[in-house]
Structures are given as structure tokens and as C-alpha cells.
């Protein structure tokens, strides 16, 4: 098995031609829409992916955001490259050893899916031959590239995808290593030591998104497929563990096929509609009361090996489903899973016959219910994918799904799609620029720890996650408001990760605007006001709710004087469990003290609460034994 890894990275500088900012929001002042087709590249030929996508015809809807503008709408010429991406992009090429090419040339990467207004990416290569070292092992990195990432698609049907133009042109930077990448876990370690990298230059966008991984695995016999945007760290090794299953049951499946002597016919698909003129199937006559047709292909050989449910989440059918739906379809029905969903007996044999099948345990059919036109398209598609699986596992690129599997998206792209791109001149990188870029590099990672854990004094384990999580700088600049380091990283390693999902705005927040926010949150503990316990309470009213800090500790329910109150609360539940005291003595203490934390928590530190319960409790203990009367 081999993995490489592709990283990208937003950076947060500005979008990277334009002076709009990286701001993504929910609300649009209008939309245009457009076709794309493939183009030739500068080698002459048209790339297969791109060829691929045109074939499917569909038209792509673009939303105007309140910051959107004409370069985003492929109306005006691009500005000249963002400096401030680029000097980030050269920072990491100096981390990583990594040779910085004499002059940047953007290029053009023909990408017709819709995700980019003109039908084209434009990247720039920055650097080459570079490493990084993990685990002891040293993994290459074949190249630095900055590059601008794609529109967000927000909808999709049939015959329209629609997209947002809020982040497209946000700088992408994409860091490649080379495949000497032997696992699931080893893919996951390199992939967080370039993230902790990324984040050492503090100038790398937060939040959920923000970075994503593309996954290139291949194993012996197989082939290189590309798992795209893979978002978290920990689901790198169950994709990767996956797609090796995968690929090792479809050389399983060649070589049954060609075994079996299976073979993927020509000629047009055969109308099979007047088998199901009184179908059960819900879905296929909804599609011939609309004017569709059922349209079936045979693939002799095949039988037995498309696969069923039973047969576990990897199998050929799911692949060939998979391409028809890139046609536009609904999906398919094969014969080795009918009779079934509404189709019976009667109607697979009306197949059968209308096919000239021949042996049942040998041959196999595949059914698509749609318009003509989509359904020639999809069975098109569906034969395809049939005669690549008498090769074995074709070079493709999948997007991620549930429960770590991968669904085709299209072919693998190629050389083909690449061109210069004319809009933006060359740019030198002489080597005083370099000189005065390692004049400023960031503290790297290693050193971080040793500062952490030494002048700091946290724990190995928080440090690490700090550096992890890309919270060193909040933290620095806490402290260095006089904030108290352990209640600082019990704030950002702790209460900030548990509510990620809600806080997600604030946790992508510029380091500078995080601090301003909640260093007060910090006052207010070390004030005494409430107790540590109380930060995920009023974190949640306060940012969620958008109250003010004062209208935030009093909607936790945490404002109010605490003083005596607390040895009261204690008295009264040690009073009202003496049943328990007598039974347990000293040992009552624990769930006395779940008790008393219910009533107090986020009031009052669960160090002061345990002590005036110990105080009451002890005193009480002691009334009993001498046999003194109840207090």
C-alpha cells in the first residue's frame, strides 16, 4: 500500500486576486448562471475529468454575496497575486527545506464542475523538494503550491448545481508529499504535523473547513485513486482503510471475471418498458407516467458478481450506481438484487426475455428508469465502468460519504488541464526576498513545546494540544495580560474544543479579536464572580445568545453572593441524608458532594465547595459519635 497526501490550508489574507475579503455568509443580492465545456490544454488534448463533467450538460446557478465581485464573476480580469499569501506561502517553503522556484507563474487548471465561474483554477507552483520529519521517518514533500479555492455549492438537482461565490478566490495553500506513506495512522501523524506547521505562522483561517485532506491511495495490482476533502483528522486512517478494501475486492471480482470469460457488449440499450406496464415499483411508474422510459443493458458473466446488500458495502454494483449517477440518474436496478423494491418475478423474466439472456447464474442486467436521454447517458456510463472492471481499479477521484467509504466523483485528472495563465505577469522571487522571509519565520513547533512545558510549566499533554489546536498565540497573548496560565489552558484545551460545534464563528476568529473576547470571560473568574465550572455555561449564553457578559453570568443562573450560603447549602444536605452518614460515615463524603456540586456548580470552585462540605461534614460526624444532640 502507498499514501500521499495532499493539504490545503485557507489562508486568512484576503481573497488571492481580488481585494474582497475571506468571509463567507448566508445572504445574497442576486445569481447568473452558466454552462461550461471542456477545453484543450496546453498540450493540445482536452482532460478526461473535464471531458467527463461535460458530458453530464448541466447548468450551474451562481449567488452574489454582499462582498462578491466582478473577478469573482469571471467579468474582470484577475489583480495581481496577494502579497500577504504569498509571503506565507514562502514562510512554509523555508520551514519545510523546500527549494522556492526563481519566478512564479500562475497557471490555469481547467475545472468545469461549476465550482469556478470561468471553468478554471488558478494555482501557482512556489516550491519543490521539501520534508518534513514525523515519527523519526522523513516523508518528502514534492511540492508548495498556492492556489485559489473553490465556490461552495449550496444546492444541487438533476439538471442545476447551485453555488456561492463567497469563497471562491480564498488562498488555498497546498502542500503534496510523496507516497512513502505506508498506512491509515502514519497518513493521519504527517497530516497533523503539517497542520501544526500551518498553523505556526499564524496566518491560516479557523474552523471547520478551513483545511482539508486529500487522500491518493493505491495498492499492489490496484491503482491511484484520490479521496478529495477529507475535513477531519481522525477519519483519515478508516478512509484509507477502506479504500484499500475496496480496491482489493474489485481485483478480486477481475479475476472471477475473467474467469467467467465476462464480457461488456455494444450497441444501443434495449426499451424494456412493456415489462412494467403494472409494476409495483413506486419509482418506475412515476418515471413512465412522466413520459420515461426503462431502459436495460446486458452484461454477460456478470451474474452473482454486481453484488447485494449482503455482500457488504463494497461492491461492483454500488460502483456502477455510483457512474450512473454522475449521468444525471436516479441510480440502477441490476439482477442480482431482483426480484426486489416493488420489482417481481414476472418482470425480470419480461427482461430476460426481451434481452436474450442467456444462463441466469452467468448473466447479468442493469435497468435505469429515467427520460431517454439520461438513461442512455447513465447506462453509457454503467457499460464504462463494467469494461473497467475486466481491468481491474481504474485511476479516479472520490468524494468522501458516511461511515469513512467514498463515492466516484470522476476521472483522475491529468497533465492535460494545465495552461499558463495569461491575466497575471510572472512573478521573481530574488534571493534577498528569501533571506529577509527566513529573517521572520515563526517559532517552530518544537521549540513551542519546550517553551510551553518549560517557562509555562503545562503539562506535556496540553501543551501539545495548544500547538495542535493552533491556540499558542491566544494563550500567549492571555498571559501576557496577566491571566492565570492553568485557567487559560483549561479555557482553550478544554471548554473551547467541548463546544466547537456551537462556537464555531468565534473559534475562527482573528487571534487578536479572540483575546479582546474572552479575556473578560477570564476576569470574571479570577474575580471571583463564578467559579471555573461556569465558563461552558457562559461561553454558550454569551456568544450564542449574544448577550453581554453581565446578562450572560445571570442567564447561567451564577450571579449572586455565595459567601455563607455555601457551608448553609452544605449543612442542609448533610442534615437531610443523616440516614446515609450513620451507614458510611467519612465515606458519605463523595455522594454528598455530587449533591452539593448540582446546587453550586459554576458558582464556586469544586476545590472551595469540597472544603466547606468536609468542615460540615466532619462536625457533624463528630456530634454523632459523642452523641450530642442534632445541631
Same mark, same amino acid.
Given at each position: ?14 481573497? /488571492? ?21 471542456? $477545453? $484543450? ?10 471531458? =467527463? ?31 500577504? @499569501? ?54 518528502? %514533500?514534492?511540492? %508548495?503550491?498556492?492556489?485559489?479555492? @473553490? ?18 478566490? &480564498? ?9 512513502? &506513506? ?14 501544526? /506547521? ?12 478551513? &483545511? ?36 482489493? /475486492? ?98 425480470? @423474466? ?13 448473466? #447479468?442486467?442493469?435497468?435505469? =428508469? ?134 464555531? @464563528? ?51 443562573? /451564577? ?16 442534615? =437531610? ?9 467519612? #465515606? ?39 452523641? =450530642?444532640?442534632?445541631?
Amino acid at each position: 500500500m502507498k499514501v500521499g497526501l495532499e493539504i490545503h490550508q485557507q489562508l486568512a489574507t484576503g481573497k /488571492l486576486f481580488c481585494v474582497c475579503p475571506c468571509e463567507l455568509s448566508d445572504l445574497t443580492q442576486g445569481a447568473f448562471v452558466r454552462r461550461l465545456r471542456a $477545453v $484543450v490544454g496546453e498540450t493540445g488534448t482536452a482532460d478526461r475529468a473535464a471531458q =467527463a463533467q461535460t458530458r453530464r450538460g448541466l447548468r450551474y446557478r451562481y449567488e452574489v454575496s454582499p462582498h462578491s465581485c466582478l473577478v469573482e464573476a469571471d467579468e474582470e480580469p484577475p489583480h495581481a497575486l496577494n502579497p500577504r @499569501a504569498l509571503e506565507v506561502a514562502l514562510t512554509m517553503a523555508e520551514l519545510l527545506g523546500a527549494r522556492v522556484v526563481d519566478e512564479i507563474q500562475v497557471m490555469r487548471k481547467t475545472v468545469v464542475d461549476g465550482s469556478n465561474t470561468s471553468g478554471f483554477q488558478r494555482t501557482a507552483l512556489i516550491a519543490v523538494d521539501g520534508a518534513v520529519q514525523v515519527g523519526g521517518k522523513r516523508f518528502t %514533500i514534492p511540492s %508548495i503550491c498556492l492556489e485559489e479555492d @473553490a465556490a461552495r455549492k449550496v444546492r444541487e438537482t438533476p439538471e442545476e448545481v447551485t453555488y456561492r461565490l463567497d469563497r471562491l478566490g &480564498i488562498p488555498l495553500l497546498e502542500i503534496a508529499t510523496g507516497p512513502e &506513506i505506508s498506512g491509515g495512522q502514519e497518513a493521519r501523524e504527517v497530516a497533523e504535523a503539517l497542520g501544526v /506547521l500551518l498553523r505556526a505562522t499564524r496566518r491560516v483561517k479557523r474552523g471547520l473547513g478551513t &483545511i482539508r485532506e486529500d487522500l491518493n491511495v493505491s495498492i499492489e495490482g490496484g491503482a491511484r485513486v484520490e479521496i478529495k476533502g477529507v475535513q477531519e483528522l481522525r477519519a483519515i486512517p478508516l478512509f484509507v482503510e477502506n479504500e484499500v478494501d475496496r480496491q482489493t /475486492l474489485l481485483l478480486k471480482v477481475r479475476e472471477e471475471l475473467k474467469a467467467r470469460g465476462a464480457t461488456v457488449p455494444s450497441g444501443p440499450p434495449v426499451d424494456v418498458s412493456s415489462s412494467f406496464s403494472t409494476t409495483g415499483s413506486k419509482g418506475i411508474r412515476e418515471t413512465l407516467s412522466k413520459g420515461g422510459r426503462v431502459l436495460a443493458v446486458l452484461l454477460p458473466g456478470f451474474a452473482g458478481r454486481l453484488g447485494t446488500s449482503k455482500t457488504g458495502p463494497e461492491r461492483l454494483g454500488r460502483e456502477l450506481a455510483d457512474h450512473a449517477r454522475a449521468m444525471g440518474s436516479g441510480g440502477i436496478l441490476h439482477s442480482d438484487e431482483l426480484p426486489a423494491y416493488g420489482v417481481g418475478a414476472e418482470e425480470v @423474466a419480461g427482461v430476460r426475455s426481451a434481452l436474450g439472456l442467456g444462463d441466469p447464474e452467468l448473466d #447479468a442486467f442493469v435497468l435505469v =428508469a429515467s427520460s431517454p436521454p439520461v438513461a442512455e447517458r447513465a447506462l453509457s456510463a454503467v457499460r464504462a465502468r463494467a469494461r473497467e472492471a475486466l481491468e481491474g481499479v481504474p485511476e479516479e477521484t472520490r468524494d468522501p460519504a458516511l461511515e469513512g467509504r467514498t463515492r466516484y466523483n470522476r476521472p483522475l485528472p491529468g497533465r492535460h488541464r494545465m495552461y499558463p495563465e495569461t491575466d497575471v505577469a510572472p512573478i521573481p522571487i530574488p534571493s534577498e526576498r528569501l533571506e529577509e522571509v527566513r529573517r521572520r519565520l515563526p517559532e517552530r513547533p518544537e521549540d513551542t513545546l519546550q517553551r510551553l512545558e518549560g517557562r509555562s510549566g503545562l503539562a506535556s499533554d496540553v501543551a501539545r494540544k495548544l500547538l495542535r489546536d493552533g491556540e499558542v498565540e491566544v494563550f500567549d497573548l492571555l498571559v501576557a495580560k496577566g491571566h492565570s496560565v492553568p485557567l487559560v489552558a483549561r479555557l482553550l484545551t478544554q471548554e473551547m474544543p467541548a463546544l466547537e460545534s456551537e462556537l464555531g @464563528a468565534l473559534i475562527a476568529e482573528e487571534d487578536a479579536a479572540r483575546v479582546d473576547l474572552l479575556g473578560p470571560l477570564l476576569s470574571a473568574v479570577e474575580a471571583g464572580r463564578f467559579a471555573k465550572e461556569g465558563l461552558a455555561p457562559v461561553l454558550r449564553r454569551r456568544f450564542l445568545e449574544h448577550l453581554d457578559l453581565e446578562q450572560a453570568i445571570s442567564g447561567a443562573g /451564577l450571579s449572586g453572593p455565595m459567601g455563607e450560603e455555601l457551608e448553609t447549602l452544605a449543612r442542609g444536605i448533610v442534615e =437531610a441524608n443523616l440516614p446515609l452518614l450513620q451507614e458510611k460515615g467519612p #465515606a458519605a463524603f463523595q455522594p454528598l458532594m455530587g449533591d452539593l456540586m448540582a446546587k453550586v456548580r459554576g458558582r464556586k470552585d469544586g476545590k472551595e465547595v469540597a472544603s466547606a462540605l468536609r468542615k460540615v461534614l466532619n462536625e457533624r460526624l463528630a456530634s454523632l459519635s459523642s452523641g =450530642a444532640p442534632k445541631a
